[in-house]
């Protein structure tokens, strides 16, 4: 509303200051004819050099009793403007004799013409152009507004600010990093856990939080990396499930059949059966143990990613779920490569959502149309997932 | 709302302008007052709603509302505030917008003080620069509109070229738009009097003021462009003759041919159509400058057609203004009552000599910028038009024309008297020649020419002292009342003087540090010292050093005199990290009015490094020469009287040492 009042003040003090000129000279004028030397509302601009040649007149006078200029050189100054001046008041005189032309009626059109084409104009080629409904948006501002009304990207960019005047922050890592993985960009949250890790030193959940980002990041294939992070945080607590679960899922996609199978054995010794990871970790072991030695769960980074969100309860399930919406949320809004489309594909296949799965599929396959190598993984992995 | 009330703003000043483009002008032509009057007021609301608009734009910037696809493509939320602030014309969008706020500036300085001036002159003034102010509002609105939005913005902007992260490079554009942009009121009010088909008295009273605020910015302008280029591209060069460069140069020497035939006009109301011609010609070369600058046709002809919007536009625009102002001056000049008679020695005899030969200066570099643009889209060949041709027929033109400055304010108004200004010269002419015979004892025949250079020096120099001197009889009347009538001597007088001893030193700066510049070029390693002009420079090492935005390797250098050290030099290259773009940092020494520069080259695998040492003897003069000009125009400014120029009585010419010429100025 501001806005709009804002736009009428201005828009009302420009066409004044057209309008104000044509009624007040108006008036005055009327009052000259009245009274006024003759002359003085016609032939302005003859006046204007009469006047100079006067006023040259005079100061060539006042030269002359500063002692500014010589006799000699005064005089001929003299002549010269007097010559001028002559000319001047001829005409002058010439021109007072030629008759006023009435002049009412264009004064009329153009107060109209201003009236209506300033605001018209104005307004119509501002709503064309411009974007009135959109605020201003100072980035100190967008970053400060309070908490619940912004999104994550913009409460991130405002950590990640944070961070980059302030690397040594170690808490600041350590709360951005599982932002990051619920905005799935494990690459980044791998190395908040790294710069929290350098900080505020080793702890199992961040050791282990790093090893499942790099995991994650890797599209579910345990790496060196990965794997070191988890055994670090197994010799800080042996007794800790989930670095033990992937270090025995390691084992799993290694092939290292004998080793796994003593792996998932030990973990499950003794486990609470009401926990969520361990049906997952006994179908593991049953298919190591059992018929075929390859994974019969719908792909082996799939198993991952739907054991780890079992692992603990609820929110952990929640969590994944986060990622994978998120994820959805941004390849659908901004695109991606093809590798994560087919990270969305395969997670929604693996938290049980086929139609999720096939609309992801479709979107991918839209979105990669012009890469033929990456339409055809992405056929591939429907065909492999049996979508 | 700061923003969109910054682009309301310049939608509306774009429909007042429209508003002032024809009332004014019809109300001058039917002689009918109120429509006249509508021009002051407008002018100052103009100067107000662009400058909203201005600092809407600055406002965006200095919170960094990257909403604004204009803050967002040219700023960084990390940039220092000085750059924030110089952001808002480092860009297309943004430096078009300070165009047209100087322009509206300086049509409301006309609407504000412009009282004396006749009502239907000022009226038509106004109405031609709402025209040339309307047409960059269009250009503005319609092609490069700095207000454009986004709707969801991204945090962070791609920040501003490095090489416009320079203090130097932040002040030099709104110098130099205010010399180009303030040309504009004088074609205005020759476009006008064109129009109205008389030239006022009044008329030739305002165009040398307001000619001379402009020439003083470009003046400025120029020599703070050439400084950037001396201490940042490494080549210890002040001139390029690079097309930006001329693109400024030819409105200034067509301004300074202005700013010469404005006095006669304004004093003996001669060359009045010539000055008019000049004065659209000097605009029109400005508007050129921009379209070389704004259309990319410099960068390459191609990226001109990258963009045709623009280009096409703008040189729509150019067409328009410089084609219509010369139509309607071949139409309308020869209606025009022409001034005074004079005879060839005169004072208006030796301005109109300064006029052809600044002309033909100016149609020189006109040539050698714009023929290999023509060929290039003409025929598609490359050819590069370099100092060399610039050298054979600029320079020519400057040594006569050099010559004669000292001649000109000794000579008297209408017929002068050679002999008689010699006699007043004598004593200048004298000194040359000394100064050239010094050279010639001090440098023997090393350089046959520069001697001849610095002797023309000292003749612009103490020729500009003598007039003031001679003027006042300083040894005829005794000192205490001499030094009197020097106090009292008119401001035009001391401007003229003090400019043109200001070209002296450019030209002295310019002989000496090309002439005598002692220059190594080597390969140095840490520990090693060159011998140079009676320094010892030593190379101490390369060290590597981190900015705020930046990575460089700086070279740091000891500098030594007879054993003593005096300086420690640091020049370095540096890696703007944002956009991997090098930049050189000359180091420099600066004793008395001379200067040693060091430059670094390329990193030898053994420590060594590739470095460029120049001893340059006076060449701070260059510039220093130019401030002392634009001061001397500044006191030319103030001068407010009412001048007239009367021709000396015949009679005194036999009188041959009494015979103080144009007595009245």
């Not at chain 2, 280029?229 to 030819?250: C, I, K, T």
Request: hydrophobic content about 50%; glycine content about 10%.
């Amino acid at each position: 509303m501001m806005f709009w009042i804002s736009i009428a003040a201005l828009t009302a003090a420009a066409a004044l200051s057209v309008l104000m000129p044509l009624a007040r000279t108006r008036q005055s004028l009327a009052l000259s004819s009245d009274g006024g030397p003759a002359g003085a509302a016609t032939g302005v601009p003859l006046d204007a050099d009469v006047e100079v040649y006067r006023a040259q007149l005079d100061e060539l006078e006042r030269d002359l009793e500063r002692g500014l200029i010589n006799k000699a050189d005064h005089a001929s100054a003299r002549t010269e403007i007097a010559r001028r001046l002559l000319a001047a008041e001829e005409e002058r005189t010439r021109r007072l004799q030629t008759p006023e032309r009435s002049v009412g009626r264009s004064r009329r059109l153009a107060t109209l013409a201003v009236i209506a084409l300033v605001p018209l104009l104005s307004l119509g080629l501002y709503l064309t152009l411009g974007s009135p409904d959109l605020p201003d948006q100072p980035l100190l501002a967008r970053l400060e507004a309070p908490v619940e009304n912004q999104s994550v990207d913009q409460l991130v960019a405002r950590v990640e600010r944070h961070l980059s005047q302030n690397p040594q922050d170690g808490k600041g890592w350590d709360v951005v990093a599982p932002v990051y993985m619920r905005i799935g960009r494990p690459e980044d949250a791998a190395r908040a856990y790294g710069n929290s890790i350098r900080l505020l030193g080793e702890t199992e959940g961040r050791l282990t939080s790093q090893g499942e980002a790099l995991t994650v990041a890797n599209n579910g294939i345990i790496s060196a990396a990965a794997q070191q992070a988890f055994e670090a945080a197994v010799r800080l607590d042996p007794q800790a499930i989930k670095p033990r679960f992937f270090l025995a899922l390691a084992l799993t996609q290694d092939g290292s059949r004998d080793a796994a199978v003593a792996a998932w054995t030990r973990l499950l010794d003794g486990a609470d059966e009401t926990a969520a990871w361990v049906p997952v970790a006994r179908q593991h072991l049953a298919d190591l143990t059992g018929t075929a030695p390859a994974p019969a769960l719908p792909g082996p980074d799939a198993a991952q990613v739907d054991a780890a969100s079992r692992m603990t309860t609820g929110d952990r399930t929640a969590m994944i779920e986060g990622m994978v919406a998120g994820l959805d949320e941004r390849l659908r809004s901004e695109g991606g490569s093809a590798e994560e489309w087919q990270r969305l594909i395969r997670a929604q296949a693996v938290l049980g959502r086929a139609d999720a799965a096939r609309e992801a599929a479709d979107l991918a396959r839209t979105a990669l149309v012009d890469n033929q190598e990456a339409l055809a993984q992405i056929n591939a992995l429907v065909a492999e997932l049996g979508l | 709302m700061i923003v969109e009330l910054g682009h309301f703003a310049l939608v509306l000043a774009f429909a007042l302008a429209l508003v002032q483009s024809v009332l004014p002008l019809v109300g001058a032509l039917r002689e009918d007052r109120p429509l006249m009057a509508v021009a002051a007021p407008v002018s100052v609301g103009l100067f107000l709603l662009v400058g909203l608009s201005f600092l809407g734009l600055t406002a965006a910037y200095l919170t960094s509302d990257f909403s604004v696809l204009n803050v967002y493509a040219n700023s960084h939320s990390a940039k220092p505030l000085i750059y924030k602030i110089s952001g808002v014309w480092g860009n297309h969008e943004g430096s078009v917008l300070l165009w047209v706020l100087i322009l509206v500036f300086f049509g409301a300085l006309v609407g504000l003080f412009g009282s004396t001036i006749p009502a239907p002159l000022k009226a038509a003034t106004l109405s031609v620069q709402a025209w040339v102010t309307t047409g960059f509002l269009a250009f503005l609105l319609f092609t490069s509109n700095p207000f454009e939005r986004i709707p969801s913005p991204p945090l962070e902007g791609q920040g501003l070229n490095p090489i416009l992260q320079d203090i130097g490079l932040a002040i030099h554009p709104p110098l130099l738009y205010v010399g180009y942009v303030g040309l504009s009121i004088t074609f205005s009010f020759a476009v006008a009097a064109l129009l109205l088909g008389r030239i006022d008295a009044a008329w030739a009273r305002w165009v040398r003021p307001w000619t001379l605020l402009a020439w003083v910015f470009l003046t400025l302008g120029i020599a703070m462009g050439s400084y950037w280029a001396y201490y940042e591209l490494g080549w210890g060069g002040w001139w390029f003759w690079d097309p930006v460069e001329n693109a400024s140069l030819m409105p200034w020497l067509v301004g300074t041919a202005l700013l010469h035939s404005a006095i006669v006009m304004e004093k003996r109301e001669g060359l009045k159509v010539w000055t008019i011609l000049l004065a659209i010609f000097a605009f029109s070369l400005s508007l050129l400058g921009t379209f070389l600058v704004r259309s990319g046709v410099l960068t390459s002809v191609h990226a001109f057609a990258t963009d045709p919007a623009r280009g096409v536009f703008i040189l729509g625009l150019l067409v328009l203004f410089i084609g219509g102002s010369l139509t309607l001056y071949a139409w309308r000049a020869p209606m025009l009552k022409q001034g005074g008679l004079f005879a060839p020695i005169s004072r208006e005899g030796a301005l109109v000599l300064n006029n052809l030969f600044l002309s033909a200066a100016a149609a020189a570099v006109f040539i050698g910028t714009l023929y290999p643009l023509a060929l290039d889209v003409v025929t598609g060949e490359k050819i590069s038009v370099g100092a060399p041709f610039f050298n054979l027929t600029f320079g020519p033109l400057m040594v006569p024309l050099l010559l004669a400055v000292p001649f000109g304010p000794v000579l008297a108004w209408k017929r002068g008297d050679l002999l008689a200004a010699c006699q007043r010269l004598y004593a200048a002419f004298g000194l040359a020649v000394v100064a050239i015979l010094f050279c010639y004892w001090l440098w023997g025949g090393k350089a046959a020419l520069a001697p001849l250079g610095v002797g023309l020096a000292v003749w612009l120099m103490v020729g500009a002292v003598a007039e003031l001197i001679t003027r006042v009889r300083l040894f005829d009347v005794g000192l205490k009342r001499g030094v009197a009538r020097l106090v009292g001597l008119p401001g035009s007088a001391w401007g003229t003087a003090i400019a043109h001893f200001g070209v002296g030193m450019t030209v002295l700066g310019i002989v000496t540090a090309s002439a005598f510049q002692d220059e190594r070029i080597l390969t140095m390693r840490p520990g090693e010292t060159v011998e140079l002009s009676g320094y010892d420079v030593t190379f101490d090492g390369v060290a590597p050093r981190r900015g705020p935005n930046f990575q460089e390797d700086v070279g740091l250098f000891t500098l030594r005199k007879d054993g003593a050290v005096v300086d420690r030099l640091e020049p370095s290259k540096r890696i703007y990290e944002a956009s991997r773009m090098p930049t050189t940092e000359a180091g420099i020494h600066t004793a008395g009015f001379s200067q040693l520069y060091l430059s670094l080259g390329e990193a030898r695998g053994d420590g060594g490094v590739d470095v460029r040492v120049y001893f340059k003897p006076l060449v701070t003069l260059i510039w220093i020469g130019c401030v002392v000009m634009s001061f001397g125009g500044l006191v030319s400014i103030f001068d407010r009287r009412l001048r007239v120029g009367a021709p000396t009585a015949a009679r005194s010419r036999s009188k041959s040492r009494s015979a103080l010429p144009a007595a009245a100025e």
